[in-house]
């Protein structure tokens, strides 16, 4: 079945505690994005990548990095998570532009 | 930057249509799509439209595109209860990006 799969689902963490939230699509796409969810702000892209090794700035990175060593998996890293990071992550992943994204099932992160 | 607006709430009764609009800036914008999204659930591509395209019909979805008013819109017809969900419209200009709209939620009443 053509996913994208993300994990963990839910997680609760403190602040300044290094995080990585996983996701991994087996659909061959060669673009990867994440993008974190808040109420009344609608989708919010944090970083996006084009393909292996390139990766881009979406309209919210800040506190956030990703890297892309393979096509399959586009992790997304809190180095030092803090309160305003509460939010739901997707992941998503695109073939052709008409396309759209496929997205992953989401994470619901808290940090206290 | 790019815009995409819609409005926050529409509430229905079953069997009649839905309509949810939505307003973007964006003149280069490629593509347009639909997204669902049920409680817990990730999105759901429902339906895209070509920016050169007027009108797209999938069985009971009808998707309106005004290019001139950057206007677009979904038409729900004979809405079911299984429709309550919150609708997005995005808006995909050259290379990755999408942007968002904030969301319609649709309550359909029995």
Redesign the interface.
């Known amino acids: 079945e053509a996913q994208v799969t993300q994990n963990p689902r839910y997680l609760i963490t403190v602040t300044g505690k290094k995080l990585t939230v996983t996701c991994s699509q087996n659909m061959n796409h060669e673009y990867m994005s994440w993008y974190r969810q808040d109420p009344g702000l609608g989708l919010r892209q944090i970083y996006y990548s084009m393909n292996v090794e390139v990766t881009d700035k979406g309209d919210v990175p800040e506190g956030y990095k990703v890297s892309r060593k393979e096509k399959r998996n586009f992790p997304l890293i809190l180095e030092s998570p803090s309160p305003n990071q509460t939010s739901l992550y997707f992941c998503a992943s695109r073939g052709t532009q008409k396309g759209g994204y496929t997205f992953g099932s989401g994470t619901r992160l808290t940090v206290v | ?1 790019e815009d ?1 607006e819609q409005s ?1 709430f529409l509430s229905v009764r079953e069997g009649d249509s839905s309509v949810i609009n939505c307003t973007y800036t964006d003149s280069s914008s ?2 347009l ?1 639909w ?1 669902k999204q049920e409680p ?6 429902l339906t ?1 439209i ?1 920016s050169n395209m007027d009108m797209k019909q999938d069985q009971r979805l009808t998707v309106l595109l005004n290019k001139k008013d950057k206007h677009l819109s979904l038409r729900i017809a004979d809405t079911q209860t299984g429709d309550s969900a919150i609708y ?1 419209c ?1 808006e ?1 200009g050259a ?9 319609t939620r649709l309550m359909v009443k029995p």
């Open positions: 930057g995409v926050l490629t593509y799509y997204y817990g659930a990730g999105l759901q591509l895209y070509f997005f995005a995909g290379g990755n990006m999408l942007t968002f709209g904030g969301g």
